[in-house]
């Protein structure tokens, strides 16, 4: 498999205010990174998908002003949430797709538990 | 609407029986089916995986099964051991839709091996 990390692992920041979330892959390099997210005792919702060194693709509902991604290296992807309110207070996790032949398969990060006062 | 189903919230098995998890799913375009297991505040980890060219996958104490035509699969477990307690998801993904498509997550069977 990947080995994922996640930093930090929980956040708690004031409404308004922008949190920045860090995604590694520390044994793959990952042209394509996914990020999800999880509301309590509700499935993982696929947010974008992060592509190295382009624009990330998101799905529907998401805002893309607010959830700013970058994917500046094989190996890191950020997720910016901006002037955060309460009702993104919520589980966020990153993975990492591994194209090993077939099938490909993804990796998770531990997450990142975020809330916001 | 919710492409992938799994309708049993939770699931409750003796130690040592077989535990069988089902999926549903409806989107006719899902052509490779992963299973996960998640704890409480962790990310989600890989178990098995499987290719809409089988209809079975093993590994170890567990086996997927595929029913193409029923839009169904299943995750066997045996035997059952105190823990392989945690929440499963149930994930699909359109691979030959070309590009690299996010996962299609199950609301999750929590997974309950008791003593």
């Known amino acids: 498999g990947a080995v994922v990390s996640q930093h930090p692992s929980r956040v708690i920041c004031k409404s308004g205010t922008s949190v920045k979330i860090e995604c590694r892959s520390l044994?793959?390099?990952?042209?394509?990174m996914f990020w999800y997210r999880q509301f309590p005792k509700k499935s993982l919702m696929l947010m974008a998908t992060s592509n190295e060194g382009s624009k990330a693709t998101y799905e529907q509902g998401v805002e893309k002003d607010k959830f700013l991604i970058n994917h500046a290296s094989l190996t890191l992807s950020t997720l910016t949430v901006t002037s955060a309110h309460p009702e993104d207070s919520s589980f966020y996790i990153c993975s990492v797709r591994v194209l090993r032949g077939t099938p490909d398969t993804q990796y998770f990060g531990p997450g990142t538990r975020l809330t916001v006062l | 609407d919710q492409q992938v189903k799994q309708n049993s919230p939770s699931l409750s098995v003796q130690e040592g029986r077989i535990s069988i998890l089902n999926c549903d799913y409806t989107?006719?375009?899902?052509?490779?089916f992963l299973w996960y297991k998640k704890y409480p505040a962790e990310g989600p980890t890989f178990l098995i995986s499987?290719?809409?060219?089988?209809d079975k996958n093993e590994d170890g104490r567990f086996t997927v099964f595929l029913n193409k035509s029923a839009k169904h699969l299943s995750l066997h477990i045996v035997p059952s051991q105190p823990g392989d307690s945690a929440v499963y998801f149930c994930a699909a993904s359109a691979r030959s839709g070309g590009g690299a498509d996010g996962l299609t997550f199950g609301k999750g069977t929590h997974l309950i091996i008791q003593p």
């Open positions: 044994d793959f390099q990952a042209t394509t």
């Open positions: 989107n006719s375009m899902f052509d490779y």
């Open positions: 499987i290719s809409s060219i089988k």
